[in-house]
């Protein structure tokens, strides 16, 4: 953790949802709740202006849903936060929908208190998966694989494909170090590279594009 805390924005129509969150992170040294938003359009205006360092993003929200927020977020800022969708279905194809358009990972609105804390500060940091077997487990039903391989598929190396099914696996960087035995700053060498030809900005993305590209079938 570093000295100054983390800036999160929370954008839920429901404002008893946005009042639980704001009182359970703001009980945390590390986090301070920023911004409010009641709707996508209010979500997009709020973080534009606050520049957080996460949003947590309800799926569906009046005037624009939170994956369109989600979408215009990451595609009109330079430095965007990252986003965190809240929800109430873990399976529901919105939530696909959110990580394919760039989201970071989904939190469950029954999660429990630590549970939020926890992803807030872990999908900051970005060197691990957010609930790993979730999202396999949401790729594995929604990825809309194709028949043909991506060409980025047979520009991994041999290295990268392996740090490629860690990431996937969940591990953190200095999990994927002990398992391949380098060194960390050789497995943030392969991170990068595997991000840079998947076409991801973080590690969710390059596995939701692992899934449909048929990468992960043999995984």
Do not use: C
């Not at 520049?51 to 624009?64: A, G, I, K, S």
């Not at 939020?116 to 609930?131: G, H, K």
């Not at 860690?166 to 050789?186: C, D, K, S, Y």
Request: no cysteine; proline share 4%.
């Amino acid at each position: 953790m570093t000295d100054t805390p983390l800036r999160v924005v929370l954008a839920d129509d429901e404002r008893m949802v946005r009042t639980a969150l704001r009182v359970i992170l703001s009980a945390e040294p590390d986090l301070e709740v920023v911004g409010e938003a009641a709707t996508g359009a209010e979500a997009v205006s709020v973080v534009r202006e606050l520049r957080p360092d996460v949003v947590l993003m309800d799926v569906r929200m009046p005037e624009v849903d939170g994956i369109r927020a989600t979408e215009q977020i990451l595609r009109t800022m330079a430095e965007p936060p990252r986003v965190v969708v809240v929800t109430t279905f873990e399976n529901d194809a919105y939530v696909y929908e959110a990580l394919r358009a760039g989201a970071s990972g989904f939190l469950l609105k029954r999660a429990d208190a630590d549970a939020l804390v926890q992803a807030v500060r872990l999908v900051a940091r970005s060197d691990s998966l957010l609930f790993p077997a979730a999202v396999r487990a949401l790729a594995e039903e929604h990825a809309r694989a194709t028949t043909a391989r991506a060409p980025w598929v047979a520009r991994l190396t041999g290295r990268e494909s392996e740090v490629l099914k860690l990431m996937a696996a969940g591990l953190t960087n200095a999990e994927i170090a002990g398992r391949m035995e380098v060194g960390p700053a050789t497995v943030k060498t392969h991170v990068a590279a595997v991000l840079a030809k998947t076409g991801a900005r973080d590690r969710t993305q390059a596995v939701i594009a692992a899934y449909e590209a048929g990468f992960m079938k043999n995984a």
